[in-house]
């Protein structure tokens, strides 16, 4: 007689090698996972805090859906990092294939090569879905979510980033190889594994959701590419998939975008990206990072060398909420990834996502007399004492001081921030109704920061800072001066006991952003403190043109 125990493991090697599919809940996990998105600061505000949620997930009820990592493509730096991206992508599908997690790839018009593969039968043997969302067939362009907002990047012309040469060459080669130059796209890549005993390959929406709906998934998480068209528009891609109900969100780190530099925002490929994932996770879904599956870094494409600055903005009297993030990106988002942590609108002693400084690299302070949470100050003079490059702005020089007042229980100053992070002596200023004049140090005129910014032809919107005498180890570039009264420093550089570089200026009113010697100057302070050359006037003069130009298109 053969015992039942020895019935059932019979049974289940038989259900495996005729490629059958284990039951949804039969080796599950629960995946714990940091869900990031955005909300307003404030109802109506164009500012959004960067927030954070934790969220346990049944591995049974979880998909992961790849979508369009084709094993080609028109635009050749596209195929460059796909090539890039895929073995990541293949790792994380593996490691959640293993915890229970359902794996769908996607790759959109290349059905016929699997017309014999399991993973293409088991999609098509799925029982269509008894209820099926509205146009879960059809392309999705747009949201209601997204419809209050303006597209972040330009990619009317398609997004192809390719050198003009090297794109003529590779059209060459796709007609050479029998490839169509426009579309040569025939498979997945081979660099992300298909189980065939488990896995589904579908590019249909309603396959797709009948897919889900028959396996009891809630939680679907989307890979691949290009975030900005496929990723967000496929019938099973983001916005329908949001707007059905389902609980999806987009692996940040394990995507790509068409986008191409020489189009508005003119930006960074990179920063490209990172636009369209703020709009993602303001207007459509969370997001998540692979490292939250695999250990180790999230993701990071070999070529983005950019610099990742964390602005702190709190302040209220010379709105810098306004003049910031404009400048920021004109003129840093092609070196820089700059995230933006705003104050609080409801409680004045909380910068909303401090916690960010843990993966920044420089940090820039625009805040005015605030005393954060004792963990908040800790975290600041932590990311200091590492030697990381600080920049500050006008009210930076007194931005965690109460004049002498005590701070709110569990709350914090750091009343030497000024001398201990940029060897300032802040006092006071004179009198608004003063305008001063300035004028390089003559030890200075040749130094790049004042010498390609034009920074002698500022004028002042703002009152002048009291600010000497600056400590040993200054630079001063620029002084300014008000009738009868002595000089004072308005800009200069600063190596500070850790060894780390700042850059600090008493100027930032409103005015001085309207002048692009002003942007310039700090562009350039900015760029000196993470070691990158100078930004000079003629390409503040060039970016601010065509981001105009760029801008009113859109």
Not at 457 to 471: E, M, N, R, V
């Amino acid at each position: 007689m053969i015992s039942r125990p020895f019935t059932l493991w019979l049974l289940l090697l038989i259900g495996l090698n005729l490629g059958a599919v284990a039951p949804p809940d039969a080796f599950a996990q629960s995946l714990e996972l940091n869900l990031r998105y955005q909300e307003s600061t404030a109802e109506g505000s164009a500012r959004y805090h960067r927030l954070m949620r934790r969220e346990r997930w049944d591995a049974a009820r979880t998909a992961v859906i790849v979508c369009d990592m084709w094993d080609s493509h028109h635009c050749v730096n596209a195929v460059r990092r796909v090539t890039e991206l895929a073995p990541r992508i293949d790792r994380f599908c593996n490691t959640l294939r293993e915890q229970g997690v359902t794996i769908i790839h996607a790759p959109s018009s290349c059905m016929k090569a699997y017309e014999d593969h399991p993973a293409r039968g088991r999609a098509m043997a799925v029982p269509q879905a008894a209820t099926l969302p509205d146009d879960i067939a059809s392309w999705c362009n747009q949201i209601p979510s997204e419809q209050r907002t303006a597209y972040p990047i330009d990619q009317s012309a398609g997004g192809e980033d390719d050198d003009v040469q090297e794109h003529r060459q590779w059209a060459e080669r796709l007609a050479a190889i029998g490839r169509n130059p426009r579309a040569p796209w025939q498979r997945q890549v081979d660099a992300i594994s298909i189980d065939q005993q488990q896995d589904y390959i579908s590019d249909s929406g309603t396959e797709i959701w009948s897919i889900l709906s028959d396996r009891g998934i809630d939680n679907v998480i989307l890979v691949g590419v290009h975030t900005n068209m496929c990723v967000l528009g496929r019938p099973f891609g983001l916005r329908r998939l949001a707007s059905a109900g389902k609980n999806v969100v987009l692996a940040r780190d394990l995507t790509d975008t068409m986008y191409d530099p020489r189009a508005w925002p003119y930006a960074s490929h990179f920063t490209g990206t990172d636009l369209i994932i703020e709009h993602i996770e303001r207007h459509v879904c969370p997001t998540i990072s692979s490292d939250q599956v695999l250990g180790g870094q999230p993701f990071r494409f070999a070529d983005d060398d950019r610099v990742r600055l964390l602005m702190l903005i709190a302040e209220n009297e010379y709105q810098t909420n306004t003049t910031l993030p404009p400048f920021a990106a004109k003129h840093l988002s092609q070196h820089f990834s700059v995230h933006i942590a705003w104050a609080s609108e409801t409680d004045r002693n909380e910068i909303v996502g401090l916690g960010e400084l843990a993966d920044a690299d420089a940090l820039l302070v625009s805040v005015r007399r605030r005393a954060l949470p004792e963990r908040d100050v800790s975290l600041i003079q932590h990311f200091v004492r590492q030697g990381k490059p600080v920049i500050g702005i006008r009210t930076a020089s007194h931005a965690f001081s109460l004049r002498g007042k005590q701070p709110p229980a569990g709350n914090a100053v750091w009343e030497s921030f000024d001398g201990d992070v940029f060897g300032g002596n802040y006092t006071n200023h004179y009198g608004n109704h003063l305008k001063s004049t300035l004028q390089p140090v003559a030890a200075a005129v040749e130094d790049p920061i004042v010498s390609t910014s034009g920074a002698a032809g500022i004028h002042p919107g703002g009152s002048l800072y009291k600010t000497a005498p600056l400590l040993a180890g200054t630079r001063v570039l620029l002084q300014g001066s008000v009738d009868d009264q002595p000089p004072q420093p308005v800009a200069w550089t600063f190596i500070r006991n850790d060894g780390g570089r700042s850059f600090y200026t008493s100027l930032g009113h409103a005015d001085d952003f309207a002048q692009a010697e002003f942007e310039a100057l700090l562009s350039s302070g900015i760029h000196w403190a993470c070691g990158l050359p100078a930004h000079t006037l003629a390409e503040v003069n060039a970016q601010n043109k065509r981001y105009a130009a760029g801008e009113g298109k859109q």
